[in-house]
Structure formats: C-alpha cells, structure tokens
C-alpha cells in the first residue's frame, strides 16, 4: 500500500473511533422517563411514585440540610474544645449536650421523613427501605455510600446526610 492510502485509512479510523466515542457519552446522558432521585432510583419508582414520595414532604429536604449543618458544626465545636487542654469541664460537658441535641434532632426528623413516606411506598419497598434504615441503626451509624451492595446511593445510605435526594442537586 502506499503511504498516502495507509494516511487516509488511519485518519478513517481516528475519525470513526472519535465518533463512537462521542456518540457512546452523549447517549448515556440522555434525560431518561425514570425518577430523578437516589431513592427513587434504589427503590426503582416509576416518576409519578417518586413525585408522590417528594410531595409527602416537602420541607424535608431544607429541614434536614439545616439540621446535619448544626450537627457537623456542634461536633466541629467540641472537637476544637477537646483539643484545647485548657478548656474547662464544665464546658465540654454543655458542649456534649449541644452535639447530642443536634443529633437527637437530627434523627427525629428523618424518622418523621420515614413515617411520612411510607404510605406511599409498596409493601416491597417499605420492607427494602426500612429494613435497610433498621440495619443503619443497629450498627449505630450509617454505612458509607455504595450504591452496588443494595445500598441506597448517595452521601451516606440511609439518609446520612439527611437528604432523600427527590430534589434535583
């Protein structure tokens, strides 16, 4: 073959493999008739069921972000107090309190999140979403996202984060 024949073959081969590419990525982003939300998506709901879901309540969402930023914040506070070998006793002890109340408060919020949802989730679902929030408890924390062990995806499983991910981030 020529070298100018052998050009034009390579330059055909780059511009199809290009090609493919490209088609390959673009494809895959394709806005898809599912649910736009983590949950939705692990518990496999149809778009009307998942905008049921989000409906049920809507305040979560912001609820939950405020409340986990008071969380971290509080253990951030106790953290740098626990640091300082100065600070007094009596001031990490009402710092403990702070860090348990917004914890406290925390949990008792996506509890109601659950109990809220749940009438609108099948029997199948409720079982797969609250069994696995049962697991998350009896650990005593929440398991680190996975997404390929039957974990809910995301920040955190089980609404570590606080976030049942119905809203668009």
């Known amino acids: 073959m020529r070298r100018s024949t052998q050009i034009l073959i390579l330059l055909a081969a780059i511009a199809v493999g290009i090609s493919a590419f490209i088609a390959t990525v673009y494809s895959g982003g394709a806005p898809s008739a599912g649910p ?3 949950l939705g ?3 496999r709901l149809p778009t009307d069921q998942c905008k049921a879901v989000c409906d049920a309540d809507p305040g979560f969402r912001d609820e939950a972000r405020d409340l986990t930023d008071r969380k971290r914040q509080e253990r951030l506070t ?7 070998p100065a600070t007094p006793g009596d001031q990490i002890l009402e710092q403990v309190e702070r860090a348990t109340a917004a914890h406290a408060a ?3 919020r996506v509890a109601q999140h659950l109990i809220a949802i749940r009438s609108h989730l099948t029997p199948d679902q409720q079982e797969r ?4 929030c049962a697991e998350s408890v009896r650990r005593g924390r929440c398991p680190k996202p996975c997404g390929n062990r039957g974990e809910p995806p995301g920040e955190g499983a089980c609404f570590q984060d606080a976030s049942d991910g119905c809203a668009e981030r």
């Open 129 to 132: 979403l609250l069994r696995f």
């Open 36 to 38: 736009k939300c983590p």
């Open 78 to 84: 106790l953290a740098a107090l626990l640091e300082d």
């Open 106 to 108: 925390l949990e008792r």
């Open 41 to 43: 998506e692990w518990l």
